[in-house]
């Protein structure tokens, strides 16, 4: 399956914000991005040979685009896939924007994300593809598979023991989402409610996605 391989923090540049794609390296110094890198190093602007240029305030369909790019490159996914989420979004009853973030946020490789067995959603990805994640003890190796309220996703019994899961469970200061409820050392997590906006702490604004694809 076709994906993004190159230096994803080229992406958070061109969206000028932090997209926690890295892992330990975006809440470090050496992001680009970081409020905290001043000198003349930093290269908080877009990529590219003009792209100190591109800063200037845009169009409102510019806006749309980059809104849309964002959340596409925040959770990991290609154009038509993100596209054809969107498409059942429209079809649900409820916001369109709201049920796209759900929808999200309901991945089985984010879900490994919040629980915070990978440092970035592409490390959670990983273990999911890899077969190290299960859901209601059964073993799934579709990163794109939606979880339902009450499912149990958990960890297999080998992957509990690897250094680089132990590793984030234990430094990364990230706690799972309301929507969900740890459980048996934080190596199992169960879907206790459907995820709210309210509870989506990813700046999208949604809005804008739906204004695009509305045209």
């Known amino acids: 399956m076709a994906r993004y391989t190159g230096p994803v923090c080229r992406l958070c540049r061109r ?25 003349r190093h930093s290269r908080a602007y877009p990529p590219g040979e003009h792209g100190r240029d591109r800063m200037r305030q845009g169009s409102e369909y510019l806006a749309q685009l980059r809104e849309k790019q964002k959340a596409r490159r925040i959770y990991g996914l290609l154009e038509r896939q993100f596209h054809n989420l969107y498409e059942e979004a429209t079809h649900q ?10 929808m999200l946020e309901l991945r089985l490789d984010n879900v490994a994300f919040r629980a915070a067995w990978g440092a970035s959603r592409a490390q959670a990805r990983q273990l999911v593809r ?15 598979y939606r979880v339902r309220l009450g499912d149990k996703i958990s960890l297999v019994p080998a992957a509990r023991e690897a250094f680089t899961v132990r590793r984030n469970l234990d430094t ?14 934080r190596f199992e997590v169960r879907v ?13 604004r949604e809005q804008l996605i739906v204004e695009l694809y509305s045209k």
């Open 93 to 102: 009853a409820g916001i369109t924007g709201e049920n796209l973030l759900r």
């Open 172 to 185: 990364l200061d990230r706690q799972p989402p309301l929507w969900l409820e740890a459980a048996d050392g």
């Open 15 to 39: 969206e000028r914000t932090k997209l926690f794609l890295k892992g330990e390296r975006c809440y470090s110094l050496k992001c680009p991005v970081s409020e905290a890198v001043t000198d």
């Open 192 to 204: 206790a409610a459907l995820p709210e906006r309210q509870q989506i702490d990813e700046p999208v």
């Open 130 to 144: 890899h077969g190290h994640v299960l859901v209601n003890s059964k073993r799934v190796t579709i990163p794109s």
